[in-house]
């Protein structure tokens, strides 16, 4: 089975700096997705960014960009210029490519991320 | 367009009581998901729709839980007797291609307290 290891519970950055939050998976797969979600307060889980494994270029969305290395299986989040409204859970999460029963996401446990002034 | 809608907001129940929650979809979304998020932890699948039919249901408690989803809409997810450790967040999602590779779109979610 798939695991999803983000080994930073909580993270602080200093309203407009550049802010990296790491994740790592397990998978025999050499196909798949990968996701960050954030989860401000609301509780409403909201997609930052994803990835396709195949791709080799890493995704980018406005000030949130991912560096993903494959062969070490590592997906981080870089959040450029961070606002407060950035503040919030974020998680990471991997899809298999298979259908059926596997086609679920399997998440994280989630990092912390404090913006300050 | 109009978001994934879940009800009620907050739910506090006893244990061994009987509690359900509601979902509608994003209209048009063929697959339907609800997550169980326990404090501290990511969302876990529960139970896995495509249209009116499941898809997965193997991390469903099936003694105490059970989910449907008439007509391939809402759903509604009901968990009779509660014990304790089903406190937690409760997560519905859609997305339109069923493969959900693009990703989902999540409600905001029903907080559950069993005491």
């Known amino acids: 089975a798939q695991t999803v290891t983000q080994s930073q519970p909580e993270m602080s950055v200093q309203e407009a700096e550049t802010v990296t939050l790491s994740c790592t998976y397990d998978?025999?797969?050499?196909?798949?997705?990968l996701f960050w979600y954030k989860q401000p307060p609301s509780r409403q889980m909201i997609l930052v960014i994803r990835?396709?494994?195949?791709?080799?270029q890493n995704a980018t969305e406005n000030r949130f960009s991912v560096n993903f290395q494959k062969a070490a299986k590592s997906f981080s989040l870089k959040i450029s210029d961070s606002q407060l409204g950035d503040a919030a859970m974020y998680f990471c999460?991997?899809?298999?490519?298979?259908?059926?029963?596997?086609?679920?996401?399997?998440f994280g446990t989630g990092t912390r991320l404090q913006v300050t002034l | 367009e109009a978001g994934v809608a879940q009800s009620p907001r907050y739910k506090i129940i006893e244990k061994r009581q009987s509690v359900a929650f509601w979902c509608n979809p994003i209209s048009g979304h063929a697959t339907l998901y609800w997550y169980q998020q326990i404090l501290g932890q990511g969302p876990k699948l529960l139970i896995q729709f495509q249209n009116n039919g499941v898809v997965d249901d193997s991390q469903l408690p099936k003694d105490r839980f059970s989910a449907e989803r008439l007509k391939g809409v809402d759903s509604t997810l009901k968990i009779q007797p509660a014990k304790l450790e089903d406190s937690a967040v409760y997560l519905c999602a859609s997305s339109l291609e069923w493969t959900g590779v693009y990703g989902y779109t999540f409600g905001s979610g029903t907080r559950l307290t069993v005491v």
């Open positions: 999460a991997y899809r298999s490519p298979n259908t059926g029963t596997a086609s679920k996401l399997t």
């Open positions: 990835q396709e494994a195949y791709k080799q």
């Open positions: 998978t025999s797969e050499s196909d798949y997705y």
